[in-house]
């Protein structure tokens, strides 16, 4: 290794993991950007409810880029809900702990902490800064600070939390709309640097259409959870579509606690099979092919941030008719598709059947161009790395 980089050590609240390749799949994805410049270690602790026989496993990785230590701990489950929660709490500590020792032995001391996702791993963070001196950043996602949420609640952790960011060197929200949201519930640092999320450039990548294609094609692709997503809101849109005009397909792509009642309601509607096609969970190269066949991607979130599914959509040369929510419109101008109001299914009615008819007026080279300039592994990489430096 190279000792002139820095050792930065990801403390991550949510990481792909043995039970679900998906989550904080784009907090691996920004580890992975500034490798080449810092050297990378990732410790996820995960509590883990069908662990028999044991207290906890171990899953140590090593490739070119990262170090990688996964815990797994075997959860409390007396059934007595304060008490579970206690003890679980002390054994998410208690096994950070068993990870940072085999850290140090095997990467080295870190010279700066990444966390992604308050509170507990910022917690963390800032006990090890205040034994060790070492400094710590945050890179936030969470939609819990929007006003949608309401969910960041608790005199004590909203206390704990803001020293936290305070003492942070730096503080990372991937939008704008996220930093605002932060410091409206008190979470002030005096150096917020908005950093997005990454797209993988040589996987999302424009495509040929398939010649002999009948009808066009709309995507939507999330994690399927109604109260979002309002993925309940775009079939009824549908419906009202297919009753003016039939040149159309939405392949629906992902899977979630409401899949099963999104499909029904399609089937009840008279959508499935028909107009609208539901595929589950795609991945990497797959789910990129799907993308970039597709002619323009749907969201209809009531609340977001910034969805990476757009960004890869961009990567595809593939525009977007989106709901204007969250950090969305910091990166959805009139050359990259459309904004709509959130609720408003006449007017989603309207820019769907506007978008089938235009589409082909958004330049694909323009569309990936902005993605290759704003969220690629590259520029990414640059801008995670001047924060460690300047934090160092």
């Not at 050792?7 to 490798?35: Q, T």
Request: aromatic share 10%; with cysteine; charged share 25%.
């Amino acid at each position: 290794m190279n000792t002139n980089k820095p050792k930065v050590l990801y403390l991550p609240r949510w990481y792909p993991n043995r039970y679900d390749p998906m989550p904080g799949l784009f907090i691996e994805r920004h580890a992975r950007s500034v490798a080449g410049l810092a050297e990378i270690a990732v410790l996820y602790v995960h509590p883990d409810d069908a662990l028999k026989g044991k207290s906890f496993e171990t899953d140590i990785s090593r490739d070119e880029e990262l170090f990688q230590v996964k815990i797994y701990f075997r959860i409390s489950q007396t059934g007595i809900p304060g008490l579970d929660s206690l003890r679980n709490l002390c054994r998410l500590l208690k096994y950070h702990r068993k990870g940072l020792k085999i850290i140090k032995k095997e990467f080295g001391y870190p010279d700066l902490l990444h966390v992604n996702v308050l509170t507990r791993l910022g917690a963390i963070a800032l006990l090890y800064k205040w034994f060790t001196g070492t400094p710590y950043v945050i890179t936030e996602h969470w939609t819990r600070y929007l006003p949608h949420m309401d969910n960041f609640k608790g005199w004590l952790r909203k206390r704990f939390t803001r020293m936290v960011v305070r003492q942070a060197a730096a503080v990372m929200p991937v939008t704008d709309n996220l930093r605002k949201a932060m410091e409206r519930h008190g979470l002030h640092n005096s150096n917020y640097v908005i950093i997005p999320n990454v797209v993988d450039m040589n996987v999302f990548e424009i495509t040929d259409i398939p010649s002999g294609r009948q009808k066009k094609q709309i995507i939507h692709v999330s994690c399927f959870e109604d109260r979002q997503k309002n993925i309940s809101g775009i079939l009824r849109v549908l419906k009202k579509l297919s009753e003016k005009r039939s040149d159309w397909e939405c392949h629906m792509i992902g899977e979630g606690i409401h899949y099963d009642r999104l499909v029904q309601q399609a089937k009840e509607l008279g959508l499935k099979e028909k107009l609208v096609h539901f595929h589950g969970l795609k991945e990497g190269a797959e789910l990129a092919r799907m993308m970039a066949e597709a002619d323009f991607q749907v969201m209809f979130s009531r609340f977001e941030n910034l969805p990476v599914v757009i960004l890869e959509s961009y990567a595809c040369g593939v525009p977007v008719l989106s709901t204007d929510v969250g950090g969305i419109r910091e990166h959805l101008t009139d050359e990259l598709g459309i904004l709509i109001p959130s609720e408003n299914e006449d007017k989603l009615l309207e820019k769907l059947d506007f978008m089938l008819d235009h589409y082909e007026e958004y330049k694909k080279e323009k569309l990936r161009a902005y993605a290759q300039a704003h969220f690629s592994k590259e520029v990414i990489g640059r801008q995670l790395w001047e924060v460690y430096t300047a934090s160092l």
